[in-house]
């Protein structure tokens, strides 16, 4: 699949931002935090919500579809996550206004948005889960690993001595992840053949290319990445998504939000690469009618 900028940003800010979300509203709930704080991080983690959905946008040819994305809930987990976004940010603010106005004990409003918070990053995980063409994404690994980043990049912000966990966490969810996604590729029960009711073991080929010139298909849904080119940039994921932010908070004795941003920022980095092989290494069925051209 091709690997938009756009849509990149939206899922790494958004979940990062609904993570802050959902880690302030438990902290506050426990009363683990200042009002201060509070406000501060809501405020933060919903402008990166904001920012990252205002992204996904990018990717649409007509800006203006984006308002339709509200009304196929019933059906569509890209109709869910819409709702779903809309509603924790609107707890997210009324949450602020209580804080703000001394009404500190009616946590229940934060706790709200961070259950809110955590479904909107399912629900967007799923978009991608639900598809049955793209089988490295057709598993339970995929709402883990979104979820799991999420949660972890809020932890990083604000509960460093919990992110240590998750970043074990983190590390076995995303090796899977691409042990599952080159094991797919290989065992993948359908071909060229079943695509067109033959048997998975005759042999099929087309005598010419699908198309002559390059299409939407191609553009988007046939993206080819070098093993070796996926296998580098696998390293550099992990080098800063888990290993320096473990390592630089293992010796880190400061509990300055200044030196947690740069965690989280070095997270993000990794986080970035890690989203971008999502994209481009998943193989879509209609790549079969491709193959060879």
């Known amino acids: 699949m091709h690997p938009a900028p756009s849509i990149i940003l939206f899922t790494i800010l958004s979940g990062f931002g609904f993570g802050v979300i959902t880690w302030i509203g438990i902290l506050q709930y426990f009363s683990m935090v200042s009002s201060l704080e509070v406000?501060?991080?809501?405020?933060?983690?919903?402008?990166?919500?904001?920012i990252g959905l205002i992204s996904s946008t990018f990717h649409l040819a007509n800006k203006k579809n984006a308002i339709k994305s509200f009304s196929q809930w019933r059906s569509?987990?890209?109709?869910?996550?819409?709702?779903?976004?809309?509603?924790?940010?609107?707890?997210?603010?009324?949450?602020i206004s209580f804080v703000f106005f001394e009404k500190y004990s009616l946590s229940l409003v934060g706790i709200m948005a961070s259950i809110f918070s955590f479904i909107t990053v399912f629900t967007t995980s799923m978009i991608y889960a639900q598809l049955r063409s793209i089988p490295a994404w057709n598993t339970m690994l995929t709402p883990l690993i979104f979820l799991s980043a999420s949660i972890l990049g809020g932890a990083i912000l604000l509960k460093q001595d919990y992110a240590l966990y998750g970043l074990v966490f983190f590390s076995v969810i995303q090796i899977l992840f691409w042990v599952f996604s080159d094991s797919s590729e290989k065992n993948m029960k359908t071909n060229l053949s079943t695509a067109l009711g033959f048997n998975e073991n005759n042999s099929i080929?087309?005598?010419?290319k699908a198309h002559t010139n390059q299409n939407y298909l191609l553009n988007e849904m046939v993206y080819k990445i070098g093993r070796k080119h996926s296998k580098r940039i696998r390293y550099?994921?992990?080098?800063?998504?888990?290993?320096?932010?473990?390592?630089?908070m293992l010796l880190n004795n400061n509990d300055s939000y200044l030196v947690a941003f740069i965690f989280s920022f070095l997270h993000l980095l990794g986080l970035y690469f890690s989203r971008w092989?999502?994209?481009?290494?998943?193989?879509?069925?209609?790549s079969f009618y491709y193959e060879g051209n």
């Open 277 to 286: 092989l999502f994209f481009a290494e998943a193989v879509h069925v209609v």
């Open 39 to 50: 406000i501060s991080f809501s405020i933060l983690g919903g402008f990166f919500a904001v």
């Open 236 to 248: 550099i994921s992990f080098l800063f998504a888990v290993l320096i932010p473990s390592g630089l």
């Open 205 to 208: 080929r087309s005598f010419d």
């Open 76 to 95: 569509s987990w890209l109709s869910r996550e819409a709702v779903a976004s809309v509603i924790c940010l609107s707890l997210v603010f009324i949450n």
